[in-house]
């Protein structure tokens, strides 16, 4: 899996075509990939999945992306700050 920025669509959603086993596990590295570097995508869903003319699979759509300790920081603010309002 690549990493690309500010690319034309490549291919077709995964909503379009049936996914392999092998594409799926491409996938799969990919996401453990963003997540080694503490970026979590927050919107994996089928139309955010692209797959060209090869099957090479492109993970697409990172505008809700955040860093793992930044939402670890936002639960925990939101956890606080409804144990504050519960006072």
């Known amino acids: ?3 690309v920025i500010g690319m034309n669509t490549v291919g077709t959603s995964l909503s379009e ?3 392999k086993k092998r594409q799926k596990s491409r996938a799969i590295k990919g996401l453990e990939a963003i ?20 099957g090479d699979i492109y993970l697409i759509d990172f505008g809700m992306a955040s860093r793992a300790d ?6 925990l603010f939101r956890e606080e700050q409804s144990n504050i309002l519960t006072c």
């Open 1 to 3: 899996m690549s990493f």
């Open 17 to 19: 075509q049936k996914i």
């Open 35 to 54: 997540h080694k570097h503490g970026i979590l995508h927050n919107d994996i869903q089928e139309e955010n999945i692209l797959i060209n003319d090869n």
């Open 70 to 75: 930044t939402k670890k920081k936002r639960k």
